[in-house]
């Protein structure tokens, strides 16, 4: 079974999949669009994603406060996947998000990629480990 995760943000999507055997994350790509809003093309992409992988279950990374509150970016997401749910009629399991963005940062950093090109990779790579940590907790 395959599951897919995603790391929602205001302009970006980043999406990671399991392999085959749903053992390892994947970072697959990040998904953009021009305004906050406009979440039509973005949701067609995931479902497309959807199909080429054949996912099952999807896990997106809640953006949980510092002190575990919610505030106005995890009504967004919940927002997000509740239409998601809806389009897609896939189990949705929502995990801890808190600092992944950090951790992927300094996976760059260790990787030597230049600050001016890991905008194009955080995503993703914040994605895949919001799935290794919903895999290291089953």
Known sequence: ??????????????????D??????????????????????????IEGLIDEYSVEKIV?????????TEGERTEKTRGFIEELKRRTGLEIIEVDERLTTVAADEI?????????????YIDKIAASIILESYLNNL
């Open 108 to 120: 760059l950093e260790e990787m030597e990629v230049p600050v001016s090109e890991r905008k194009q």
């Open 20 to 45: 085959e055997l749903g053992l390892t994350a994947q970072p697959i790509t990040t998904i953009t669009r021009e305004k906050i809003n406009k979440l039509r093309k973005t949701y067609q992409a």
């Open 60 to 68: 997106v990374g809640m953006p949980f406060n510092m002190d575990y």
């Open 1 to 18: 079974m395959r599951i897919m995760a995603l790391d929602y943000g205001d302009k970006t999507v980043g999406v990671a999949i399991t």
